[in-house]
């Protein structure tokens, strides 16, 4: 049985049997709807509760984890109970030892698997696109991590995380819209479709400030029938990531930070790392953000510019999306077969502990 790449997002989860040239077979929202009672109401009344077992990158809910993973594993891959195969996990960087010792128990005590790997988003994206050192922007949607990885191995130092991503996009998207059609309520959901169909960078600073005046006005219909108009609004969402003052943060823009990163690494890494910058994320498809990212970067204080790795053609499409899933499976077509994942056997000897000397 083929070894299974899962991974989990905040907003989505990707998971698949480990065909490294091919999207994961299955993409879902990482939430999970559950029946409780309504003591309010009372009678034994039951009310729909949605949970997110995923908050900014880090499992929060292991209850609605497990049952996440229960439909994903047994319903929609096909394992069967007693027959569980071996499964390779994505992790955020910064991920807490706890957490990483509470998936591996999990799986082990739980699904009963017979091997486990864990391996860092950042270095999993590289592989993806052919590479084992480089600089990975990833814009989740609800964390953005920058890592420089030299030789396959995270430098945790030099690493950023910041807690906003897509979602804190989505709300400021929200918020301008309201602005210019305040009789319209829009809900959350209808907002997040709509970002992803209209959101899009403008060519640098000059540009965006010159919008107001020259952006075309365009009438949407929402799916309860109210119309909205849409104009600047669409490119306030890529401006935010390179002027985070427009979401009220005292911080610099995206590509200073990649800079300031990499100049935390020994300096006869920095033209490896920068000439090896991926982009990773839903966000980091939207349109205009990748020659809006490279033109801030070809004029950063940098003395070496930082420049976009371009994906090999026969990589599925989107990659940025699925970075990590397809390079997760990579990795699995490697540790597997050569027996360098934690084994039932490892996992009954040490305990939880094993996955930090054997998956870092």
């Not at 169909?197 to 020259?214: T, W």
Request: include cysteine; aromatic fraction near 8%; glycine fraction near 8%.
């Amino acid at each position: 049985m083929e070894a299974v790449v899962v991974d989990a997002g905040s907003k989505l989860l990707k998971a698949g049997i480990a065909l490294p040239d091919q999207a994961p077979s299955l993409v879902m929202p990482s939430k999970m709807k559950l029946e409780v009672e309504d003591g309010q109401m009372g009678d034994g009344a039951v009310v729909e509760e949605v949970v997110q077992p995923v908050v900014r990158g880090f499992v929060k809910d292991w209850d609605a984890m497990e049952d996440l993973l229960n439909y994903v594993l047994y319903s929609n891959i096909g394992w069967e109970i007693g027959d569980e195969g071996q499964i390779l996990f994505t992790e955020p960087l910064f991920t807490p030892k706890a957490l990483r010792e509470q998936l591996a128990q999990l799986m082990f005590e739980k699904f009963n698997v017979s091997g486990f790997y864990d391996s860092e988003q950042a270095v999993l994206s590289l592989y993806a696109v052919g590479r084992i050192s480089g600089c990975t922007v990833d814009i989740g949607h609800g964390k953005i991590d920058i890592a420089p990885v030299c030789e396959g191995a995270v430098q945790h130092i030099a690493s950023k995380r910041f807690d906003i991503g897509g979602t804190d996009l989505t709300n400021l998207f929200a918020e301008e819209l309201k602005k210019s059609n305040s009789s319209v309520n829009i809900d959350i959901s209808d907002v997040e479709r709509l970002k992803e169909q209209y959101a899009c960078c403008a060519e640098d600073q000059m540009a965006f400030e010159a919008i107001g005046s020259s952006c075309r006005p365009e009438r949407h219909t929402l799916p309860d029938g109210q119309v909205i108009t849409i104009e600047k609004e669409r490119y306030i969402v890529g401006e935010a990531l390179f002027q985070p003052h427009i979401l009220g943060l005292e911080d610099y823009g995206i590509v200073h930070q990649l800079v300031t990163s990499v100049s935390n690494v020994a300096p006869e890494y920095h033209r490896q790392l920068l000439e090896n910058t991926m982009l990773c994320g839903g966000t980091a498809s939207m349109t205009g953000f990748e020659d809006r990212f490279q033109r801030e970067a070809n004029l950063s204080a940098s003395a070496i510019c930082p420049s976009l790795v371009k994906p090999p053609e026969y990589m599925p499409e989107n990659l940025a999306r699925y970075s990590a899933w397809l390079g997760g499976a990579i990795l699995a077509k490697v540790v597997f077969p050569q027996n360098q994942h934690v084994t039932k056997g490892d996992y009954d000897e040490t305990g939880p502990s094993i996955v930090h000397k054997k998956c870092f």
